[in-house]
């Protein structure tokens, strides 16, 4: 039960998240820098597509320029990967 209580929080604060990142009071970049815990099992691809203006071909391309797999999560990136994807991103 204590599982289950858990994985609910996290879809909880993650629901959130992406509706902060829709609404643009999150900026993507801290949250790709300094990940929260509940975040680092979100697929970045999931992550970026909750930004405005990006669909799924933009996050694609900008994921493929980063040499970064679609199904990588935001706590299985490198430093080089976080630091690459914040600078392609404020291009």
Known sequence: ??????????????????????EGTVQIEG???????????AKVFDMLMAVPKFG??????????????????VGGLSERQRNELVSLFNR
């Open 31 to 41: 949250i790709l820098l300094d990940p929260p815990e509940y975040v680092s099992t």
């Open 56 to 73: 799924r071909v933009k996050a694609a391309r900008l994921l493929n320029q980063c040499r970064i797999s679609q199904s990588k999560t």
């Open 1 to 22: 039960m204590e599982a289950l209580r858990r994985a609910n929080d996290i879809r909880v604060r993650r629901a959130q998240l992406k509706k902060d990142l829709k």
